[in-house]
């Protein structure tokens, strides 16, 4: 079922071309130094045949919610899945939108300097001057009023968020929102879903913590559950008017 990401009406920043492409259920907001909606839309379908010609031949790739065997003749964006799922123990699928918006992002970046792709939650980005990106964390107290800072030396990088109360996602947790940090968007969104599956009530929130600290290539984490948040890392708030 479709479900409007309003959340997007919150982007401010005018310095760049924004535009949508939406194949299925990938549905992108890109924001790029001019419009790339063709080249973005051939890119993302290419990516999305991949997948689903693998997955056609091995559906328990789909549906598993364990670590899946890593082969050396699986697709690229395939094998960066079962990758860094394996690290945090989950299924390949759980990695999914990161891995798309990577993939996806990092061809981009032959034709813009600057990119910020937003895959239902979970971000690549590679900018040219601070920007933030702003935490959308359900009936949360909190949501739309504050803001992780990233300078555009910490990039490119994969922001991804996680939640047990808000979207369609699978998650076995209760978390208004786990936000995770990493050089690769992969990691980020299989470690935010590991981490948000821990959550069930706020005083879960370091449980989710002490877990994504100790993932090798995690730069920062911040899990918000009702009116309270925990954070690890480098990660710089900064309160926002959305």
């Not at 949508?20 to 051939?42: C, P, R, T, Y």
């Not at 948000?196 to 370091?206: G, R, T, V």
Request: contains cysteine; hydrophobic residues 40%.
């Amino acid at each position: 079922m479709y479900q409007p990401k309003f959340y997007r009406f919150w982007i401010k920043e005018t310095d760049l071309k924004s535009f949508e492409v939406i194949i299925s259920q990938s549905d992108l907001l890109i924001q790029a130094e001019k419009n790339l909606q063709k080249k973005a839309h051939k890119i993302l379908l290419k990516y999305r045949k991949i997948l689903e010609k693998y997955i056609s031949n091995h559906p328990d790739f789909l549906t598993t919610l364990k670590p899946y065997p890593l082969e050396q003749s699986q697709p690229e964006i395939v094998k960066e899945m079962i990758k860094f799922s394996t690290i945090v123990d989950v299924g390949p699928m759980a990695s999914v939108a990161g891995a798309i918006a990577e993939f996806v992002g990092k061809e981009l970046l032959k034709f813009s300097k600057q990119i910020i792709i937003e895959n239902g939650g979970d971000i690549f980005l590679k900018i040219a001057k601070p920007r933030t990106v702003g935490i959308y964390a359900g009936k949360s107290p909190l949501s739309g009023k504050i803001g992780i800072e990233i300078k555009p030396e910490e990039t490119p990088l994969g922001i991804s968020t996680s939640s047990g109360t808000v979207g369609h996602s699978l998650s076995f947790g209760k978390a208004d929102a786990v936000v995770v940090i990493s050089k690769s968007a992969i990691l980020a969104d299989a470690c935010a879903t590991a981490s948000a599956n821990l959550i069930q009530n706020e005083d879960d929130l370091i449980k989710a913590i002490d877990f994504a600290k100790k993932i090798k290539g995690i730069q920062g984490i911040l899990a918000i559950k009702n009116d309270k948040l925990a954070l690890w890392g480098k990660i710089k708030i900064k309160r926002i008017y959305c």
